[in-house]
């Protein structure tokens, strides 16, 4: 089917090329009624604008970009991202934009495709995830002047603004938690090491140990898959002694443990209480279900995205603190056998 053009609307309606785009572009020019009846024709035609003419026209593409630093094999199981892109989605499709994803395990293509991208006029701004330590994003994204929203924060933000929730409070939740269960060995099955939310979550688990007095607490850093995460519960498994307790970092790294736990014939929760981050619906398949720190992930998604949008129409945004998550408790947790 040949696309319509603004002459095809032109010679329908008996107008100029000129009166179609006054119209179709809300300008003044034209009588209301002619442009009641370009905007019937074109209705009729089926015309949308193309993004290229809109870009010309307002310096907009309708176009956010997204950059995911991690293995693709991982992000199919990995829920959080999942229910995050979902719920960025759902509120850039209510405003008729699009989202530009790329997948790369490469930090310095990351880098350039950020560039390439802002050169190109590709995107109009961008959404920032997995911020890290001294992360290099930070300087370029302040050095080229882009719209972005990081999904992460406070810390390390630079002048860039964040969306965050509140990692300390519901870490220091799940330790005394813990502790008032009975719990005096906890071990931490964590994320990536140079992750910002990954370094907050060890120290508020080093400041509340501290202040609940317990002195056996061990991180385990892994990538976040399943192998990496069975392979860091046999090793803690496997000391003498081992932990009562095990918080992970995400839901796809305590389900595996929970299956090492059952092949190394030690009882969940009577010998082992097993605590996943974020709740999904895989941590409430299983048997026993898992206790897990819960937050609305689609909204936080949704939020990061309504933030950029406001910025792209003109508003002044410093950050955004989102809900605080809450920890669940469910089967997989109780006191440790005597």
């Known amino acids: 089917m040949k696309r319509v053009t603004i002459a095809d609307i032109a010679r329908a309606a008996g107008v100029s090329k000129g009166a179609v785009s006054y119209a179709l572009n809300g300008r003044p020019g034209v009588s209301e009624e002619t442009r009641r009846r370009i905007l019937a024709v074109a209705e009729q035609f089926g015309w949308h604008p193309s993004s290229a003419a809109r870009a010309l026209s307002d310096g907009r593409t309708g176009v956010l970009g997204m950059i995911v630093d991690r293995p693709a094999r991982t992000l199919g199981i990995e829920s959080f991202f999942m229910q995050l892109i979902s719920g960025i989605e759902a509120t850039l499709s209510?405003?008729?934009?699009?989202?530009?994803?790329?997948?790369?395990?490469?930090?310095?293509?990351?880098?350039?495709?950020?560039?390439?991208?802002?050169?190109?006029?590709?995107?109009?701004?961008?959404?920032?995830?997995?911020?890290?330590?001294?992360?290099?994003?930070?300087?370029?994204?302040?050095?080229l002047n882009m719209p972005c929203v990081v999904i992460g924060g406070p810390h390390g933000l630079g002048t860039l603004p964040g969306v965050w929730s509140d990692e300390v409070a519901v870490t220091t939740s799940v330790v005394e938690y813990l502790a008032a269960l009975g719990h005096r060995r906890i071990a931490r099955v964590a994320g990536l090491a140079d992750l910002w939310h990954t370094s907050v979550r060890g120290q508020a688990v080093a400041d509340s140990a501290d202040r609940v007095g317990l002195t056996d607490v061990t991180t385990v850093y892994t990538d976040y898959t399943g192998e990496e995460g069975a392979r860091a519960t046999r090793a803690l498994l496997s000391r003498r002694p081992s932990p009562t307790a095990i918080v992970y970092d995400n839901d796809t790294m305590a389900v595996a443990g929970l299956g090492v736990a059952h092949e190394m014939g030690i009882s969940v929760p009577h010998q082992l209480s097993i605590v996943a981050w974020d709740d999904s619906p895989l941590c409430q398949l299983l048997h026993p279900q898992l206790s897990a720190v819960s937050r609305d992930i689609a909204a936080y998604g949704a939020h990061a995205a309504d933030q950029l949008l406001k910025i792209l129409d003109g508003a002044e945004i410093r950050g955004f603190q989102d809900t605080t998550p809450q920890l669940v408790p469910r089967g997989s947790t109780a006191p440790p056998a005597a």
Do not use: N
């Open 94 to 143: 209510a405003r008729d934009v699009s989202l530009l994803m790329q997948v790369t395990e490469d930090r310095e293509r990351e880098m350039a495709t950020y560039r390439r991208w802002w050169a190109q006029r590709r995107v109009d701004g961008v959404i920032i995830v997995d911020l890290r330590r001294d992360d290099p994003r930070v300087p370029l994204l302040e050095e």
